[in-house]
């Protein structure tokens, strides 16, 4: 039997122990967690797995989450998937956003960054008190692969436009491994 890939998702009621019940269901099946992401919002915890394994581990797996995440107060799924692709063509880059929070503003960056065939890798957004003044300020922080055809000068152009429109602090860097000369961002 090959080698297969599973999405475990879970969300519930946050407390105490989630993720060593979750990783131990994970290890007892036989399988092994290749990538996740966790974070409580608000009162809730939500996790998403990348999970590896024997197709006889995947599926023991999947067929036993319903009962687990009944038994944990949680809602599981477990979808199957393919072997994560090779790094994407492109070039790295690091893009953030900080404002005053207002609605629309992840629709204003993400629909911008669409119009260029840009893919976002990794997003993250928070919303908290700004020193001093207690104002609500909102952070957008999104890890992105910029295709070869994408002109880095219009790119920025536009995000000048978009942060002129939304009173946006934005920022637009490439990523450079680690230890590597960064020289000047682009």
Not at 150 to 155: E, K, R, Y
Request: aromatic residues 4%; contains cysteine; glycine residues 10%.
């Amino acid at each position: 039997m090959g080698r297969g890939f599973s999405v475990l998702t879970a969300v519930g009621p946050d407390r105490v122990g989630i993720v060593d019940d979750l990783s131990g269901a994970v290890t007892g099946a036989g399988a092994n967690i290749e990538e996740s992401k966790m974070a409580v919002l608000g009162g809730e915890f939500a996790v998403i797995m990348l999970v590896s394994g024997s197709e006889a581990s995947q599926q023991s797996l999947c067929v036993s989450l319903p009962a687990l995440g009944e038994k944990l107060g949680l809602r599981v799924t477990c979808q199957p998937t393919h072997e994560p692709r090779a790094e994407e063509k492109g070039r790295p880059y690091l893009l953030t956003a900080v404002c005053l929070d207002t609605p629309g503003i992840v629709h204003s960056v993400t629909a911008l960054l669409r119009t260029h065939a840009i893919n976002i890798e990794d997003l993250e957004t928070e919303t908290a008190a700004a020193p001093w003044t207690g104002a609500p300020m909102f952070r957008l922080s999104a890890h992105l692969v910029i295709g070869p055809s994408v002109s880095i000068g219009a790119l920025k152009e536009e995000l000048a436009r978009l942060q002129r429109e939304h009173d946006l602090d934005i920022v637009l860097k490439p990523v450079f491994a680690a230890g590597a000369e960064s020289g000047t961002p682009a």
